[in-house]
């Protein structure tokens, strides 16, 4: 029974209890203010980085160059190519990358939920066993006699019976499994958003190559166009050299430049099955021969102008600027994790079971037995190791949001890039029409007169030949125009919203059903409806 002396005793046994959480709340990073402004969490609470971001467009004078910003979900259709929306959709459905992708969204989803579950009693088990004990003579009769003395009967050989329950529970005193939860549901977004940025660059990759296929296609017409024509020149100087009024030098030239032109076409199938390879790979599907299934069409036909909003409002939708943001997110999370292992963690444990010696007996009330009480284990004179890994985690966040800052700086370069791209490879278009114009009129003018002999066999084959490169030129300008607001969408982001909304790409309302044959979807991450909240700063 306490006596009167005995609570003196109590109020300093009190008071140094206190003054130790205090101390142990001072000797790590987190002050006390701070670790119950935080929620009882130690470590500190994210906030997202600020990162620099133009103000306006470079080109935001030209009229082409609309700061309105519209639906870029399924932004492929605006070439209005049947065959174009065809492969977008078979890609998303069979694509192997996304599909990875998609299974990495499933694993994170998972281990968010491995973390909450630690929130809860971390160990729980039931437990039985059966064991026969044989003691040795000298032991059993020393027990003998000990149990004669004590009127205990005693034995050599027995059983023991034993089953119960045992749980073992630590406590989220310091935020441990709290951050934990938060680093992997910031992980989880960062999965969703590599998903989405595999996305995008799908869609994008599809579409360039569908233009690089277009492009080398009228690039091998425009080959086969001048092979005819210089083989119609062919006719006329053979006429003229067997009429004797030129030599055979220029039958020679005349053949050496077909020569050429038809060298040129192998090269550009070459390129043209690469690309067809490419397109397989992107459908998830071996290389084929692909020529039945896209059929002929011109080069798609971009509009002339492009509504890209303005850069802090486009460039959050960027996916790989979101994964690089709740990167960084989670890496917050991970200093808080580090700093509770300056303190005690404390658990409670306890078991609940029965015992006995007879199985019978296993089930009665007497043989009950259990235990309950905390508990703690304290990492002491840990020589720094500690204090430095809450330091590498500081680092590792600190590099996650300088990587996050050149992400948005990258995303605002892509974009510059394709706009540039766009405007002036119109106007490269303009241009290198008239000079093809103008190459046929002087090759068509210069045959006349080569058959009036005003002018000799040399001026004829340059003339060709610049025809020849002029045309391949323009070919290439128009499929730049395409390809320029290709990257133009790519850098803004666009084409990942689509999954949100259940419709296919390339379909017109969610009723539309792909092509029978086509492989399931891949795993899809959880439909978030808007990206997480990002602070932009413009640059100064």
Same mark, same amino acid.
């Given at each position: 029974?306490?006596?009167?002396?005995?609570?003196?005793?109590?109020?300093?046994?009190?008071?140094?209890?206190?003054?130790?959480?205090?101390?142990?709340?001072?000797?790590?990073?987190?002050?006390?203010?701070?670790?119950?402004?935080?929620?009882?969490?130690?470590?500190?609470?994210?906030?997202?980085?600020?990162?620099?971001?133009?103000?306006?467009?470079?080109?935001?004078?030209?009229?082409?160059?609309?700061?309105?910003?519209?639906?870029?979900?399924?932004?492929?259709?605006?070439?209005?190519?049947?065959?174009?929306?065809?492969?977008?959709? #078979?890609?998303?459905? $069979?694509? &192997? !990358?996304?599909? *990875? @992708?998609? %299974? +990495?969204?499933?694993?994170?989803?998972?281990?968010?939920?491995?973390?909450?579950?630690?929130?809860?009693?971390?160990?729980?088990?039931?437990?039985?066993?059966?064991?026969?004990?044989?003691?040795?003579?000298?032991?059993?009769?020393?027990?003998?006699?000990?149990?004669?003395?004590?009127?205990?009967?005693?034995?050599?050989?027995?059983?023991?019976?034993?089953?119960?329950?045992?749980?073992?529970?630590?406590?989220?005193?310091?935020?441990?499994?709290?951050?934990?939860?938060?680093?992997?549901?910031?992980?989880?977004?960062?999965?969703?958003?590599?998903?989405?940025?595999?996305?995008?660059?799908?869609?994008?990759?599809?579409?360039?190559?569908?233009?690089?296929?277009?492009?080398?296609?009228?690039?091998?017409?425009?080959?086969?166009?001048?092979? #005819?024509?210089?083989? $119609?020149? &062919? !006719?006329?100087? *053979? @006429?003229? %050299? +067997?009429?004797?009024?030129?030599?055979?030098?220029?039958?020679?030239?005349?053949?050496?430049?077909?020569?050429?032109?038809?060298?040129?076409?192998?090269?550009?199938?070459?390129?043209?099955?690469?690309?067809?390879?490419?397109?397989?790979?992107?459908?998830?599907?071996?290389?084929?021969?692909?020529?039945?299934?896209?059929?002929?069409?011109?080069?798609?036909?971009?509009?002339?102008?492009?509504?890209?909003?303005?850069?802090?409002?486009?460039?959050?939708?960027?996916?790989?600027?979101?994964r690089a943001e709740r990167t960084a997110a989670a890496q917050s999370a991970q200093i808080g994790i580090a700093e509770a292992d300056f303190y005690p963690a404390i658990s409670i444990v306890g078991t609940i079971g029965y015992s006995a010696q007879e199985f019978p007996n296993l089930f009665r009330q007497a043989a009950f037995d259990g235990t309950i009480g905390p508990s703690f284990n304290w990492k002491i004179l840990n020589y720094g190791r500690i204090l430095n890994n809450v330091r590498e985690q500081q680092a590792r966040f600190q590099e996650l949001v300088t990587a996050y800052q050149q992400t948005v700086l990258n995303a605002n370069r892509e974009a510059e890039d394709g706009l540039v791209t766009f405007l002036r490879a119109q106007t490269r278009t303009r241009f290198q029409s008239e000079s093809v114009d103008r190459a046929q009129k002087a090759v068509?003018?210069?045959?006349?007169?080569?058959?009036?002999?005003?002018?000799?066999?040399?001026?004829?084959?340059?003339?060709?030949?610049?025809?020849?490169?002029?045309?391949?030129?323009?070919?290439?300008?128009?499929?730049?125009?395409?390809?320029?607001?290709?990257?133009?969408?790519?850098?803004?982001?666009?084409?990942?919203?689509?999954?949100?909304?259940?419709?296919?790409?390339?379909?017109?309302?969610?009723?539309?059903?792909?092509?029978?044959?086509?492989?399931?979807?891949?795993?899809?991450?959880?439909?978030?409806?808007?990206?997480?909240?990002?602070?932009?700063?413009?640059?100064?």
């Amino acid at each position: 029974m306490p006596t009167p002396s005995d609570a003196p005793r109590a109020k300093r046994r009190f008071d140094g209890h206190l003054c130790l959480l205090i101390a142990l709340l001072a000797c790590g990073c987190t002050g006390p203010s701070e670790y119950i402004h935080n929620g009882f969490k130690v470590g500190p609470n994210y906030c997202p980085p600020g990162a620099p971001v133009a103000q306006s467009w470079i080109d935001a004078a030209d009229k082409r160059v609309r700061t309105e910003s519209d639906d870029l979900s399924q932004w492929w259709r605006i070439f209005s190519d049947p065959v174009l929306d065809g492969l977008v959709r #078979d890609a998303y459905q $069979q694509n &192997l !990358t996304l599909r *990875e @992708a998609g %299974f +990495r969204v499933l694993a994170a989803r998972a281990q968010l939920g491995v973390a909450i579950g630690n929130l809860f009693p971390q160990s729980q088990y039931a437990y039985g066993n059966y064991s026969r004990t044989t003691l040795s003579t000298e032991t059993a009769n020393n027990i003998v006699t000990l149990g004669q003395a004590l009127g205990v009967p005693a034995k050599r050989n027995y059983s023991q019976w034993d089953y119960g329950f045992a749980l073992g529970w630590e406590l989220d005193f310091w935020g441990r499994f709290r951050r934990a939860v938060e680093a992997n549901e910031a992980t989880l977004g960062a999965s969703i958003a590599d998903y989405d940025d595999i996305l995008v660059t799908l869609l994008g990759d599809v579409a360039n190559n569908y233009v690089q296929y277009r492009t080398l296609e009228q690039q091998i017409a425009y080959a086969n166009y001048n092979v #005819d024509l210089q083989r $119609q020149t &062919l !006719t006329i100087v *053979e @006429a003229r %050299f +067997r009429a004797g009024t030129t030599g055979q030098l220029d039958v020679h030239q005349s053949r050496s430049t077909i020569a050429q032109t038809e060298a040129a076409i192998p090269e550009l199938e070459i390129s043209l099955r690469q690309t067809a390879n490419r397109l397989c790979i992107l459908l998830g599907m071996p290389p084929q021969a692909l020529q039945a299934r896209l059929g002929a069409a011109p080069i798609p036909t971009a509009p002339p102008d492009v509504a890209v909003g303005i850069p802090a409002d486009l460039l959050l939708r960027r996916p790989d600027v979101r994964r690089a943001e709740r990167t960084a997110a989670a890496q917050s999370a991970q200093i808080g994790i580090a700093e509770a292992d300056f303190y005690p963690a404390i658990s409670i444990v306890g078991t609940i079971g029965y015992s006995a010696q007879e199985f019978p007996n296993l089930f009665r009330q007497a043989a009950f037995d259990g235990t309950i009480g905390p508990s703690f284990n304290w990492k002491i004179l840990n020589y720094g190791r500690i204090l430095n890994n809450v330091r590498e985690q500081q680092a590792r966040f600190q590099e996650l949001v300088t990587a996050y800052q050149q992400t948005v700086l990258n995303a605002n370069r892509e974009a510059e890039d394709g706009l540039v791209t766009f405007l002036r490879a119109q106007t490269r278009t303009r241009f290198q029409s008239e000079s093809v114009d103008r190459a046929q009129k002087a090759v068509t003018l210069g045959l006349v007169q080569y058959q009036a002999g005003t002018v000799d066999f040399t001026r004829i084959t340059q003339l060709e030949q610049n025809l020849v490169l002029q045309q391949n030129t323009l070919a290439q300008a128009r499929g730049e125009i395409a390809q320029g607001l290709i990257q133009i969408y790519r850098a803004l982001g666009g084409g990942w919203e689509f999954r949100l909304a259940g419709v296919e790409p390339g379909q017109s309302s969610p009723t539309a059903t792909g092509p029978s044959d086509a492989a399931p979807p891949p795993p899809a991450p959880p439909a978030q409806t808007s990206p997480t909240p990002i602070i932009m700063k413009p640059a100064q």
